[in-house]
């Protein structure tokens, strides 16, 4: 009797071990088989799909379009299998032609290489070009036309606080609207599918990025709104040559801006700038005047160029001075001087010497 319940206490136990590991088991052999499936392309829906991997595309990214499309069932499963299987793996941007039926090793091989190449065209901005100065370089990078890029420079139609503040400016006086605000950088789009729009907002995002909120603070502090700041570097810009004059040159403007009797900024390059703008079609004397800082008082109505990260900085921080006159000769050498009478005696010597630019 004793033998006979100790075996059914054995048999029991046993089953309820059975029991307990099929309620563990059963679960995690159910949530493993999908994975299993999944992994070995068995039992998988026939279901092409089309991956683009663009150049700003990070290996988390793919693998979770590629598991919201039905093709992997788990994008950390499939990235820990190409971890451990090819530790060398690298993405390539193009155009793969897959399928969810397909093995993770079936994928692995067909995401080595693109069906389709991408073709991306890469332009570089100077700093201190102006808008239509831009639109050739972009023209010429084969991306968009001069024409489709000067309406989408000449537009309020994007989504940063700062092209708010630029509303408030009297429109009837500004040339191209976004003019200093296409930020100086090298840029690089997919050639067949980028439309004008799209550059031009990369850029007002590049100078988002760069002209930071610390930088603006300052220029209030210094009595400067977004646009005088952005303006004053445009002016700056035009004129220097370097850092080391930047802060020098920005010294002179802020000399003049600062005195009772010398408010005029008399910079060329802001006439040139003005006169450039008379082919336009809401062009006019006023507009002419707005720019043209032997004319305005102060700066001009807005930028004449956009200008660089360098020479915004040169505005914040001056180098002190008491100049209100700079001039340079054809070498490209600056002359810093305090007083008109010093100022023409450095052109008089300048002429003398066979250097007068």
Same mark, same amino acid.
């Given at each position: 009797?004793k033998k006979k319940?100790?075996?059914?206490?054995g048999? %029991?136990?046993f089953?309820?071990?059975?029991?307990?590991?099929?309620?563990?088991?059963?679960?995690?052999?159910?949530?493993?088989?999908? /994975?299993?499936?999944d992994?070995n392309?068995?039992?998988?829906?026939?279901?092409?799909?089309?991956l683009?991997?663009e150049?700003t595309?990070f290996? &988390?990214e793919?693998?979770?379009?590629?598991?919201?499309?039905?093709?992997?069932?788990?994008?950390?499963?499939?990235? &820990?299998y190409?971890?451990?299987?090819?530790p060398?793996?690298?993405?390539?941007n193009?155009?793969?032609h897959?399928?969810?039926?397909?093995? /993770?090793?079936?994928?692995?091989?067909? +995401?080595?290489?693109?069906?389709?190449?991408?073709?991306?065209v890469?332009?570089?901005?100077p700093?201190g070009?102006?808008v239509?100065?831009? %639109?050739?370089?972009?023209?010429?990078?084969?991306l968009?036309?001069?024409?489709?890029?000067l %309406?989408a420079a000449?537009?309020?139609?994007y989504?940063?606080?700062?092209?708010?503040?630029?509303?408030k400016?009297?429109q009837?006086?500004?040339?191209?609207?976004?003019?200093?605000y296409?930020?100086?950088a090298?840029?690089?789009?997919?050639?067949?599918?980028?439309t004008s729009?799209?550059?031009?907002n990369?850029?007002?995002?590049?100078?988002?990025?760069y002209?930071?909120?610390?930088?603006?603070?300052?220029?209030?502090?210094?009595?400067l709104?977004?646009?005088?700041?952005?303006?004053?570097?445009?002016?700056v810009?035009?004129?220097?040559?370097g850092?080391d004059?930047?802060?020098?040159?920005?010294?002179?403007?802020?000399?003049?801006?600062?005195s009772?009797?010398?408010r005029?900024l008399?910079?060329?390059?802001?006439? &040139?700038y003005?006169?450039?703008?008379?082919?336009?079609?809401? /062009?006019?004397?006023?507009?002419?005047?707005?720019?043209?800082?032997?004319?305005?008082?102060?700066l001009?109505?807005?930028?004449?160029?956009?200008?660089?990260?360098?020479?915004?900085?040169?505005?914040?921080a001056?180098?002190?001075?008491?100049?209100?006159y700079f001039v340079?000769?054809?070498?490209g050498?600056?002359?810093?001087?305090k007083t008109? %009478?010093?100022h023409?005696?450095?052109?008089k010597? +300048?002429?003398?010497?066979?250097l007068?630019?």
């Amino acid at each position: 009797m004793k033998k006979k319940t100790i075996f059914l206490i054995g048999i %029991a136990v046993f089953l309820l071990f059975v029991v307990i590991g099929c309620i563990i088991l059963v679960p995690k052999i159910k949530g493993y088989l999908p /994975y299993y499936y999944d992994k070995n392309g068995k039992n998988q829906e026939d279901k092409p799909y089309t991956l683009t991997i663009e150049k700003t595309d990070f290996e &988390n990214e793919v693998a979770a379009e590629l598991a919201e499309n039905g093709i992997i069932c788990s994008s950390a499963r499939f990235l &820990n299998y190409i971890k451990e299987n090819y530790p060398n793996f690298v993405w390539y941007n193009g155009i793969y032609h897959l399928n969810a039926n397909m093995s /993770y090793k079936e994928l692995c091989e067909a +995401l080595s290489e693109p069906d389709e190449k991408l073709d991306y065209v890469k332009f570089v901005v100077p700093e201190g070009k102006t808008v239509r100065e831009i %639109a050739k370089i972009v023209a010429e990078s084969g991306l968009c036309t001069e024409e489709e890029f000067l %309406a989408a420079a000449d537009s309020y139609d994007y989504d940063y606080s700062f092209v708010n503040e630029l509303k408030k400016r009297d429109q009837s006086l500004i040339g191209y609207k976004l003019e200093g605000y296409l930020f100086p950088a090298t840029y690089e789009f997919r050639a067949d599918t980028v439309t004008s729009h799209e550059i031009v907002n990369k850029m007002l995002k590049t100078f988002s990025e760069y002209i930071t909120d610390e930088m603006f603070s300052k220029a209030g502090t210094l009595g400067l709104s977004l646009n005088e700041f952005i303006t004053f570097g445009s002016v700056v810009q035009a004129e220097a040559f370097g850092k080391d004059s930047m802060v020098k040159v920005s010294s002179v403007f802020w000399n003049r801006l600062n005195s009772n009797d010398m408010r005029l900024l008399q910079s060329d390059p802001t006439t &040139n700038y003005a006169q450039s703008l008379n082919d336009l079609e809401r /062009y006019s004397a006023d507009m002419k005047r707005a720019y043209d800082t032997y004319s305005c008082i102060g700066l001009p109505v807005g930028p004449t160029n956009c200008p660089g990260i360098d020479v915004l900085n040169a505005v914040l921080a001056p180098e002190e001075t008491d100049y209100f006159y700079f001039v340079t000769d054809k070498n490209g050498n600056f002359y810093f001087n305090k007083t008109l %009478a010093d100022h023409n005696r450095t052109i008089k010597s +300048l002429v003398s010497q066979g250097l007068w630019a």
